[in-house]
């Protein structure tokens, strides 16, 4: 069975700094692996995947991700927070050919200023 | 514009009274899937449909069934709504599974007195 853990419900950090939100994952093959963000309100945004090639996948608002296949891991980065940049984070994956994404329990990112 | 729609988008019903959430999307999307989001648990997949008359169960069936008779439509219904279904339920559509990633639409919080 696969599994995502997104080990961190809350991380804060001021604005301008570099922000990290943890992920591991468990899947059986190749992973895919993909980060959504959830405003207020709103429906889940695709921000970045990884599918295979560079370990470093950069996505949208300036966000990127490091796979790690010896950890199992898919952080999402950001070099400079912004407020804005405050919402619920997602991580996915799914392994191989199997037919359903499995989503890690969000991260809550609060970007203080 | 490229759009999951879900209706409604907020609704508030009483134990038993059957109801149906429509989920509409205009990306000629093979993959179709419904999702719940409670607070801690993440997203959980209730179903999901590879194609037109193709769906299966995803790891939360129980109390909900779905059809998929086109392939822009994939509607979510509760015959007997419960109080445990109360959440926050997601559409959403891909080209495929794979790497590709999936749409979502707005929403639909649903509360079971």
């Known amino acids: 069975a696969q599994s995502v853990a997104q080990p961190e419900d809350q991380v804060n950090v001021a604005e301008g700094n570099p922000l990290t939100v943890k992920c591991t994952y468990s899947?059986?093959?190749?992973?895919?692996l993909f980060w959504y963000v959830q405003y207020p309100n709103r429906g889940l945004q695709f921000l970045l995947k990884?599918?295979?090639?560079?370990?470093l996948v950069k996505g949208s608002y300036g966000f990127e991700a490091e796979f790690n296949k010896s950890q199992t891991s898919f952080h999402l980065k950001k070099p400079s927070a912004l407020v804005s940049d405050s919402a619920l984070y997602f991580c996915?994956?799914?392994?191989?050919?199997?037919?359903?994404?499995?989503f890690g329990s969000g991260t809550q990112l609060t970007v203080l200023p | 514009e490229a759009q999951v729609t879900q209706n409604p988008r907020y609704l508030i019903t009483v134990t038993g009274k059957k109801l149906t959430v429509t989920c509409s999307q205009n990306?000629?999307?093979?993959?179709m899937s419904w999702y719940r989001q409670d607070p801690g648990l993440g997203l959980r997949q209730i179903y999901y449909?590879?194609?037109?008359?193709?769906?299966d169960k995803g790891d939360v069936p129980e109390g909900y069934k779905v059809s998929r008779k086109e392939k822009r439509n994939f509607p979510l219904i509760l015959e007997s709504p419960s109080p445990n279904q109360t959440s926050l339920y997601f559409c959403?559509?891909?080209?495929?599974?794979?790497?590709?990633?999936?749409?979502f639409g707005p929403g639909t919080r649903l509360t079971v007195l």
């Open positions: 959403a559509s891909s080209q495929r599974t794979g790497a590709n990633e999936q749409f």
């Open positions: 449909s590879m194609n037109v008359e193709v769906t």
């Open positions: 990306m000629n999307h093979e993959y």
């Open positions: 996915a994956a799914r392994g191989g050919s199997a037919r359903q994404l499995t």
């Open positions: 899947v059986s093959g190749n992973p895919y």
């Open positions: 990884y599918i295979t090639g560079d370990n």
